[in-house]
Structure formats: C-alpha cells, structure tokens
C-alpha cells in the first residue's frame, strides 16, 4: 500500500541520517564529489551537499530528501506498471524472504 510504502521509505531516511550519509558526503566531498556531476544529483547527496554548505537545516534536508525519494518511487512504479503484464505481490513486513520466494514460485507453476 501506498502508506506502506511512505512509511519504509521515512524509516530508511531516517536510518541513513542516523547512521553515516553527513559524514560520508563530506568524506566524498573532500575526495572531489561535487566534481562528478552524476553522483551529485544523487537522492540524498544533493541534498547533503546542500546542509553542507548551509542552505537548509538538518531536518529540512531530511524532510527534503523523503519527499524526493517519494517522487522517485512513484516514479518508478508508473514506470513499472506501463512496462508489461505485471502481477503485484504484497509482502508483510513479517514474512520471510523464504517464504516470500515460496509464495513466487507457486505462483510460476503452470
């Protein structure tokens, strides 16, 4: 579901902020990151770059990187569903990946 899917992506933002995505940008950033025009448009580095220099606060740019990256994946998946006949399986966060690759090869027999 979509609120599913809004959810798992907050979590994740807040998980990368939580963990090293400041601290590895400016690493990179001292590497020459904002030399590489592809990486700098990268969700979530682009905005760090931002923080970086100042032109938003640490909870604006998290903020701002969720939002992207909800664009992304509405994105993503109007893409997937013009691309062929797709047949959607909702995974419970409870399942395992075991069971999940179960639940697919059932549904791959003849």
Same mark, same amino acid.
């Given at each position: 579901s979509r609120e599913d899917v809004v959810r798992r992506i907050n979590l994740r933002?807040?998980?990368l902020f939580a963990a090293v995505l /400041? +601290?590895?940008t400016r690493s990179l950033t001292n590497r020459g990151l904002e030399r590489n025009?592809?990486?700098?448009?990268? /969700?979530?580095?682009?905005q760090v770059l931002e923080l970086l220099r100042g032109e938003r606060s640490r909870l +604006?740019? /998290?903020e701002l990187v969720k939002?992207?990256?909800r664009q992304f994946a509405k994105r993503q998946l109007?893409?997937?569903?013009?691309?062929?006949d797709l047949r959607w399986l909702e995974v419970p966060s409870? +399942?395992?990946?075991? +069971?999940t690759a179960k639940r697919i090869a059932a549904l791959l027999k003849p």
């Open positions: 933002v807040d998980a /400041i +601290e590895v025009r592809t990486a700098t448009q990268a /969700i979530g580095y682009r +604006e740019t /998290i939002v992207r990256t109007t893409w997937f569903q013009g691309q062929m409870s +399942e395992s990946p075991s +069971e």
